[in-house]
């Protein structure tokens, strides 16, 4: 079981707008303005999407975005694309030993 | 350009000892806030933080696999080496390193990864 709950999947249709939700505690999500998405497409290594809750690494597209309320994160991806569809990953900088805590993952699928 | 690398052997038997080694470019694991990862990933499954190496060598490790897992690094050759022991076959899983930064809001996130390396444990 992961540390942080993601739901297994979501869809939506190109051009719309889908938001995927990453609940921690308060030991991590809820108290760290530290938290990460990865898109993973099958096959291939995971890419830094979102850090730091809503900070997009150079070349990432400004369709994804991130935000945090309590202790949820989520992204939100608008004008999907085809090439969207993957598995997506969160993940966040626990104070516990842990200190680097994975949700279970979400697959996107566009319809 | 940084680069991260993975290498080590595809199949180990139960209760053996994993050996494997991430050769990276484009940056000094000595260079301030500068830190190293490996995750890794069972077929079909979500990702797994295993340990994290940083600059000043503090390292870090998932308190699950505490017991079996040593990391250490080579600065002059631009490695760094996991050790997992007593590999069971529910280890299997493609093992990931992964370019980390300490300082700011990208502490725990991993901005550049491997190709990853798939290690399959199997009498």
């Known amino acids: 079981q992961s540390a942080l709950t993601q739901p297994p999947s979501v869809s939506g249709s190109p051009g719309q707008s889908v938001t995927i939700s990453c609940t921690g505690t308060s030991s991590d999500v809820g108290v760290y303005n530290r938290v990460s998405w990865y898109q993973q497409p099958p096959g291939t290594a995971p890419k830094l999407m979102i850090y730091?809750?809503?900070n997009r690494p150079s070349g990432v597209p400004d369709r994804f975005s991130g935000s945090k309320s309590g202790n949820t994160a989520s992204l939100t991806i608008s004008g999907l694309q085809a090439d969207d569809e993957a598995n997506y990953y969160c993940?966040?900088?626990?104070?516990?030993?842990?200190?680097?805590?994975f949700g279970g993952g979400t697959k996107l699928t566009v319809l | 350009q940084i680069t991260l690398k993975e290498s080590g052997p595809t199949l180990v038997k139960p209760t053996q000892t994993l050996t494997l080694t991430c050769t990276f470019s484009g940056f000094s694991l000595s260079t301030n806030g500068v830190g190293v990862g490996w995750i890794r990933q069972p077929p079909g499954k979500a990702l797994e933080w295993l340990a994290l190496l940083y600059w000043d060598d503090d390292k870090r490790y998932s308190p699950s696999l505490k017991n079996r897992l040593t990391i250490t690094k080579d600065t002059s050759k631009k490695q760094m080496v996991l050790t997992m022991t007593n590999m069971d076959p529910v280890d299997t899983a493609t093992y990931y390193c992964a370019y980390s930064y300490y300082f700011d809001n990208k502490r725990g996130s991993f901005d550049y990864w491997g190709q990853g390396a798939l290690v399959t444990v199997s009498s």
């Open positions: 993940s966040s900088y626990t104070s516990t030993s842990t200190h680097v805590v």
């Open positions: 730091g809750v809503n």
